[in-house]
Each structure stands twice: as C-alpha cells, then as structure tokens.
C-alpha cells in the first residue's frame, strides 16, 4: 500500500496550552518529548511487513522498543488553516494557543545542528511497508489512524553508545539499558521573532520563529 503524500509547502502549527506557551515565551526554548511517553505506544515501532522481510536475517529486529528512548520530538500541525479538531485535542480547558510558522523558519530558528525535519508518514502497519534503513527512519512513520494530524515533526535522535562493529554495523549491545534522553524530554534554544500566535480563533500577540 502507498504511503499518503500531502502537498509541501503549507504553513505549520503548533497546538499548546497556556502554561507550555508561557514556558516557551520565559526560557526561549521549544520542548521536545521524548518518543516512548506519547500515547500512541506504536510510535517508533515496525511494520509487520519489514518484519516478514527481516525475521531471518535479523532476528532481533522485532523489538523496537528500547530505541525510542533516544529519540525526542516536536510535532506540528501542516495546513493553509487552523484546525477545530486540534483545537478540541489540545485546548478542552479553551486555553490553548496556536503558533504558526513555515518549515523554513522553524529550521533556521532551532539553534541546532543535530535536527531531523520531515512530514511524517502514514502507512497502514499490518499491509504497508515502511522504508527503513537506520533506526531513526521508524520515528517518520505512523499508523493510517493518525493521519488527520498531518504531521510535520522535528526529531532530535541520539545514537546509544557503540562497543564496535560488526558486519559494518554498529554493535550496540544492550540498548535497553543505555539511559538515552531524559524521561522528561528536553528543551531546545529557540529564536522568537514574529508571526503570530492566536488562540481559538482571535489574536493575542504576536511573536514566533
């Protein structure tokens, strides 16, 4: 089965409550949450396809779980408009705030080098096939039920610590009980500058990357 493809190009939103937008406007940093404390407990992980396809030349592969504590990421919403569905999602108490940018500027806001930015990819994970080729590749893919979220993401991956190689792969050895990121997630600088946050629909103030 295809991978479902949207047009490039759209603006960006970001869905947050009021606390996490007065956290973003005192510490000038955008959190990143950590991969394996998202609800859908499918993130990061592979498709029965690839699966099938790797069940005799990598028997290990099957359990993906211990990798997604090295990834941590920032979702946004990709649309020409606001969204009343992701208003309902992130703001039931009405106090929620979007903030709008572009790709571009998200980018070059994000005072890192270290960054992955990418729409992600919605397949349905007991037909489809996913292509991956280095861990990092699973954190692009989700389940055909969360497409609505059109998803552009920016997803900062760290690789566990390698005792060597093997076959011209890393040789990881036990990543379940390598710590990888904080539980908590992290926090990157983030340079404000100036499109506009609005909140259900009316403008606050303006700011932004």
């Known amino acids: 089965m295809e991978e479902i493809k949207r047009p490039m190009g759209l603006r960006i939103w970001r869905y947050i409550d009021l606390a996490k937008t007065i956290c973003l406007l005192a510490t000038r940093t955008l959190h990143f949450t950590r991969i394996d404390q998202f609800n859908d407990k499918f993130e990061g992980s592979y498709p029965v396809q690839n699966l099938q396809d790797w069940e005799l030349q990598y028997p290990e592969v099957g359990d993906s779980s211990h990798w997604r504590k090295f990834g941590c990421v920032s979702c946004w919403y990709e649309a020409d408009n606001e969204s009343a569905a992701m208003w309902e999602l992130?703001?039931?108490?009405?106090?929620?705030i979007a903030i709008?940018?572009?790709?571009?500027?998200?980018?070059?806001?994000?005072?890192?080098?270290?960054?992955?930015?990418?729409?992600?990819?919605?397949?349905?994970?007991l037909r489809g096939k996913a292509n991956i080729s280095i861990p990092l590749d699973a954190f692009l893919y989700k389940r055909i039920e969360y497409e609505c979220e059109r998803e552009y993401r920016a997803t900062l991956f760290r690789l566990p610590q390698s005792d060597g190689y093997e076959n011209g792969f890393p040789r990881f050895g036990s990543v379940e009980k390598q710590a990888g990121f904080p539980e908590g997630g992290v926090d990157v600088p983030v340079a404000l500058r100036a499109p506009s946050i609005t909140g259900r629909g009316q403008q606050l103030f303006t700011t932004g990357y």
């Open 90 to 96: 992130y703001s039931k108490s009405h106090q929620g």
């Open 100 to 125: 709008l940018s572009t790709k571009e500027r998200l980018k070059k806001s994000l005072e890192t080098d270290q960054l992955v930015f990418e729409n992600v990819k919605y397949i349905d994970f």
